[in-house]
């Protein structure tokens, strides 16, 4: 064998040509797990934002949103954080309704630092029993301080 070279496959290769691959491999490996982190994270954050609004917690609730927010919701149309915030706080506020949201999360993709949910919100509201379906588009983005939060959704009643 010559200096600063490996034998493999029955071919002679540059030391740092294989050292550079055996880094690259290490560095690409990882993604799955690193994606499927990601995705359980964020799952956690959308049960957590729902067990939040269930027990009237607003400020925890408004935490799952980015302060950069724009959302689309019906009959409300667009909204930032601070808007979006506002009805949720007013909502809870409400003691004469009870309010209780469950998430069915279908998907979620992960790429880098994004994230795309694709997921049906079902609202129980009291007394009388009613209810609504909303299915919704969220975009979630690992903001500097390493929380998940939406940056954009969309939603609309099934």
Known sequence: MGRGRLKMAGRQWPFALVLVLVLV???????????????????????????AFNRRDAETACDLFSRELISIMPGQGEAGFAT??????????????????????HEIVVEGDLAVVRLDWTLAIGPGGEQAIETGLDVFRREDDGQWRIIRFISFEK
Do not use: F, G, M, N
């Open 25 to 51: 491999a290490l560095v690409v490996l990882p993604v799955p797990a690193a994606r499927a982190d990601a995705s359980a994270e964020i799952h956690a954050r959308l049960l957590a934002w729902a067990e």
């Open 84 to 105: 979006r915030c506002a009805t949720i706080t007013r909502a809870l506020s409400d003691q004469t309704r009870q309010l209780r949201y469950a998430p069915e999360i």
